[in-house]
């Protein structure tokens, strides 16, 4: 396992979700953030952090706010990937 962090916005569905499932396979601890769908990414996190054993926190918000990434940087200690 790498225990490396990656922070994956979009990370509910699509594209975004297929690079959190590669991240995961390959021992990344995620950061998952959506804009709506934070049910979406529960679910997904739930699953991730079953089957991979790694730490895996959901962010809901909007990545264009100051304020909410600000908050988002203050809670987390080293990003190795950012997507």
Same mark, same amino acid.
């Given at each position: 396992?790498?225990?490396?962090? =990656?922070?994956?916005? $979009? =990370?509910?569905?699509?594209? $975004?979700? =297929?690079? =959190?499932?590669?991240l995961?396979?390959? $021992? +990344? /601890?995620?950061?998952?953030? @959506? ?5 979406? #990414?529960?679910? #997904? ?6 089957? +991979? /054993?790694?730490? @895996?926190h959901?962010? @809901?918000?909007?990545? $264009?706010?100051? /304020?909410?990434?600000?908050?988002l +940087? ?10």
């Amino acid at each position: 396992m790498s225990n490396k962090t =990656a922070i994956i916005t $979009g =990370a509910s569905r699509a594209i $975004g979700r =297929a690079i =959190a499932l590669t991240l995961a396979e390959n $021992g +990344y /601890n995620l950061e998952l953030i @959506c804009h709506k769908n934070i049910d979406m #990414l529960r679910t #997904l996190s739930d699953e991730l952090t079953s089957k +991979y /054993n790694i730490i @895996c926190h959901t962010h @809901c918000g909007d990545v $264009g706010d100051y /304020n909410f990434v600000s908050k988002l +940087y203050e809670s987390i200690n080293d990003v190795d990937v950012l997507v």
